[in-house]
């Protein structure tokens, strides 16, 4: 679509298998209000401008959910954005990746959008503690395997981290902005690290119930960690 992609009406988008979902906005942006899954499938975001997911379901007035798992224990979710990224929650065992300020570099569909190191991704949930995830696995496991986040001015904040529950992660920060990521259990650095560019770039990387380990460099600009 060229014009802005939502589903906050009554129905929900689901397949019943494994399925894969696309919601593309080739000009301007995507409000997401309820929840979209697939079981085991992928499930993709596309957006020229921004992407929104609201904090409650516009029926239920749950969480809303983009969920690649179902009763499957794979899945893959992959959220790209001109802009900015508001996550609610996504909930995926295989992996998922969360890419704000997205140039979309050789994309042949979404065309002329600049990274000009303006998109942040953020969480709805307006609190420093918040038991509800933006980014998880199954309930009763296994968690995300891999997260890969990448912005131009900045990945969570000091008053709303990023909600994890999550094996490991990797980020890209180009501009302003910091990062900030609570995971509930142990947590890993990937293989991709951690790479600040820009300035004023605090990173607060929290393991909660578990241990920090580090398999990928970290490095920043500016900054404190």
């Keep these: 679509f060229r014009s802005q992609v ?65 009763s499957a224990a794979t899945g893959t979710i ?35 959008v600049p990274a000009n190191g303006a998109g942040a991704i953020t969480s709805v949930f307006n609190t420093n503690a918040s038991a509800v995830r933006n980014i998880r696995g199954k309930a009763a496991g296994p968690e995300t395997a891999s997260v890969s986040l990448a912005a131009g001015s900045g990945i969570g904040t000091a008053a709303s981290p990023l909600s994890t529950a999550i094996a ?8 302003t ?24 770039g605090p990173m607060v990387i929290r393991a909660l119930n578990g241990s920090l380990t580090v398999d990928g460099a970290i490095t920043a600009e500016e900054g404190a960690l």
Excluded at 8 to 16: H, R
Excluded at 168 to 175: D, E, L, Q, V, Y
């Design 6 to 70: 939502s589903n906050t009406g009554a129905g929900v988008v689901s397949t019943s298998g494994n399925g894969a979902i696309t919601f593309e906005s080739r000009k301007t942006n995507i409000q997401q209000g309820r929840t979209v899954s697939s079981v085991g499938g992928t499930i993709e975001f596309r957006a020229a401008t921004d992407i929104a997911m609201g904090a409650t379901d516009s029926v239920t007035n749950v969480p809303v959910v983009v969920d690649a798992t179902g």
């Design 78 to 112: 992959a959220f790209r954005a001109g802009g900015n990224i508001g996550l609610a929650t996504l909930i995926a065992v295989g992996s998922v990746s969360v890419t704000a300020d997205d140039g979309f570099t050789s994309d042949t569909v979404i065309t002329g």
């Design 168 to 175: 490991g992660f990797s980020a890209t920060n180009s501009t």
């Design 177 to 200: 902005g910091g990062l900030f990521v609570a995971d509930v259990s142990a947590l890993a650095v990937q293989a991709g690290g951690v790479v600040m560019k820009g300035a004023d």
